[in-house]
């Protein structure tokens, strides 16, 4: 288990800030910054994603205001998260054709679709427990129910 060091307060009056750990610097960078706490848990789902699908460790930091003054809301965790599967990583390709290469291309969209639904409620650390979880309903889900269920999951987070 990798150690960190202790995720520093940002500079500044107090907003929402997600702090990522950059371990080849041994530092950290505000990867996002809002003053509503919506856009940040958004943006941190994304770069989450991203540092994953490049096979990089993801630690995040959150901060936000709280009566007034810094709060640390999420706490790095001291393990080192596992990069993300990258089963649709060809999938995608422009020309690729087939009803293999649609189907794994749907099924990444489902996907998508998921953990976009989650990051926006705010899970955007997932385990690899949760990870196994949304595979399976990709796979079992069809396109109007994954998206259905991503709504509720936005709607529980209070976006409209």
């Known amino acids: 288990m990798p150690k960190h060091p202790p995720c520093p307060q ?11 750990h950059r371990p ?24 989450t ?9 993801v630690t995040v930091a959150l901060w936000g205001p709280e009566n007034g003054a810094w709060h640390l ?10 990069p993300a599967p990258a089963a649709s990583a060809g999938a995608s390709a422009p020309g690729a054709g087939g009803p293999d ?14 953990l976009a639904g989650l990051g926006k409620a705010g899970l955007y650390d997932l385990s690899d427990e949760d990870g196994v979880a949304v595979r399976a309903m990709a796979e079992l889900l069809d396109e109007p129910t994954v998206r259905r269920v991503a709504h509720w999951l936005s709607a529980a987070a209070g976006e409209r």
């Open 10 to 20: 940002p500079p500044g009056a107090p907003r929402w800030v997600a702090m990522f």
């Open 24 to 47: 080849a610097e041994g530092s950290w960078t505000v990867g996002a910054e809002s003053p509503d706490r919506a856009p940040v848990l958004y943006a941190v789902g994304d770069m």
């Open 49 to 57: 994603q991203t540092l994953r699908a490049r096979g990089e460790e």
């Open 73 to 82: 809301f999420d706490a790095p965790a001291a393990r080192e998260t596992a």
């Open 101 to 114: 290469r649609l189907t794994e291309r749907m099924r990444g969209r489902r996907h998508q679709v998921l």
